[in-house]
């Protein structure tokens, strides 16, 4: 999936966790996120694209607010 690589590179994630903690991600459970300790720590500031990139806590709690929404998102898309 585009969308996951592309959403990974943006935040410096591993996108291969990505993708199994979107597969296991439950649209019944939306605050629910599989795996997101692990997720958080393979954040890389150096490799994200965002704007937040710099720091590493700022991206984290950024990370924190956009992940639930962007997981239901795409969940729904490839329902």
Do not use: C, H
């Not at 439950?26 to 692990?38: A, G, N, S």
């Amino acid at each position: 999936m585009n969308l996951v690589k592309e959403f990974a590179t943006e935040w410096g994630l591993d996108n291969q966790l990505l993708t199994k903690l979107l597969k296991s991600y439950d649209l019944k459970k939306p605050e629910e996120i599989p795996f997101r300790e692990d997720l958080v720590k393979t954040l890389e500031t150096t490799k994200a694209t965002s704007e937040l990139s710099g720091s590493k806590l700022k991206l984290n709690m950024e990370l924190n607010k956009v992940l639930p929404n962007w997981m239901q998102e795409v969940k729904m898309k490839y329902k």
